[in-house]
């Protein structure tokens, strides 16, 4: 395991389609989370996974977005409806538990375009 | 919304040369990282600190948890051009949060 994965790297769709984003972390990794970059910004935290259990939502996780991780391992981000503003990078990340889980581990991201 | 002010935003230095660039906050931090980002690609971690006044190295990079606990600073020494590059800060504040805090960058330039 080299690392955390993303899946596709690139998104192209239409305003009012659905997508959904895929992340693999590193495998003994029991922490995931998700944020949000735009162009000239840092990344912003959506959402927070420790396991299965969803801990942490960021109000910018509005109810067109939804995440899942279903057996603790792989998460997904759908995003329904989309619109121009949701066009960004998504990230990925993981880490382990203890003070040095604090260190996240990013994957490469998905681009998203929404046209 | 970013809560993080890091500078400078941007810097243009010859090859060889130092770099040094900080981030502040009003809050309290327990945790600063400082992460690297190319172009189309996810933040690689360069340095992570966990207690205040601590000094961690990493080849020629050099980072530093302020002993207010509210910022931290990254130096590169003898600059290379492949250390063009987005840097960024980023913290955990005090309380219960997991989340990460991230400063807006500084981007970095490198001229051979």
């Known amino acids: 395991d080299t690392g955390v994965s993303q899946d596709p790297r690139h998104k192209i769709t239409k305003r009012g389609q659905n997508v959904t984003f895929r992340c693999d972390p590193i495998s003994e990794h029991n922490r995931l989370y998700w944020y949000r970059q735009t162009l000239g910004q840092g990344p912003e935290f959506l959402t927070y996974?420790?396991?299965?259990?969803?801990?942490?939502k960021s109000r910018l996780l509005s109810d067109r977005f939804s995440a899942e991780r279903p057996k603790g391992s792989f998460s997904t981000l759908e995003i329904q409806r989309t619109e121009q503003g949701d066009s960004a990078m998504y990230l990925c990340?993981?880490?382990?538990?203890?003070?040095?889980?604090?260190?996240?581990?990013f994957g490469p991201g998905t681009r998203l375009t929404v046209l | 919304g970013q809560q993080l002010n890091q500078s400078p935003q941007s810097m243009f230095i010859q090859e060889g040369e130092d770099v040094s660039m900080n981030c502040t906050s009003s809050?309290?931090?327990?945790?600063w990282l400082w992460y690297k980002q190319d172009p189309g690609e996810g933040p690689v971690l360069l340095i992570a600190?966990?207690?205040?006044?601590e000094l961690t190295s990493n080849g020629r990079l050099t980072a530093q948890f302020g002993i207010t606990r509210k910022d931290s600073f990254l130096n590169i020494s003898a600059s290379i051009p492949s250390d063009v590059g987005i840097y960024f800060c980023?913290?955990?504040?005090?309380?219960?949060?997991?989340?990460?805090?991230f400063g807006k960058g500084t981007k970095l330039t490198v001229n051979p």
């Open positions: 600190l966990y207690k205040a006044g």
């Open positions: 990340a993981s880490s382990s538990a203890g003070t040095s889980g604090r260190a996240l581990l």
């Open positions: 996974f420790q396991n299965e259990a969803q801990l942490e």
């Open positions: 809050s309290i931090f327990n945790t």
């Open positions: 980023a913290g955990q504040r005090q309380g219960g949060s997991e989340k990460l805090v």
